[in-house]
């Protein structure tokens, strides 16, 4: 069993900064690749950022290529999602995922964490 918990949400300025963190208690959790996934009020859950289980590997959807980088610590079950240059559109819950393969989502998921981002 996999227990996610994102943190680093808050309310920021357009072209500001955020990190968020998605933190495991599984001792396994090094062996997941992550997603990050987000949902605006009224729109359906949308694919941000994948990395692999090792961290080599990423993706990126093209709304947020350059502006956001996602990484991993293994050695403390996090990883991170960098989001620089914010817009108001990015302005969603943001959730993260867990899933025994790169680029596939997962059945392991956060509780979610608002970031709002205002013009």
């Known amino acids: 069993q996999v227990q996610l918990v994102e943190s680093g949400g808050g309310l920021v300025q357009a072209g500001g900064s955020l990190r968020l963190s998605c933190a495991s208690s599984g001792h396994t959790f090094s062996s997941y690749a992550v997603n990050w996934f987000r949902q605006a009020p009224g729109k359906e859950r949308e694919f941000v950022a994948a990395?692999?289980?090792?961290?080599?590997?990423?993706y990126y959807a093209d709304s947020v290529k350059g502006r956001f980088t996602i990484s991993r610590a293994n050695a403390k079950n996090t990883v991170y999602l960098q989001m620089n240059s914010l817009k108001p559109e990015d302005t969603a819950v943001y959730y993260c995922n867990a899933a025994p393969k790169f680029l596939q989502s997962g059945d392991y998921w956060g509780q979610g964490t608002q970031v709002t981002v205002s013009s």
């Open positions: 990395i692999t289980s090792s961290g080599g590997n990423t």
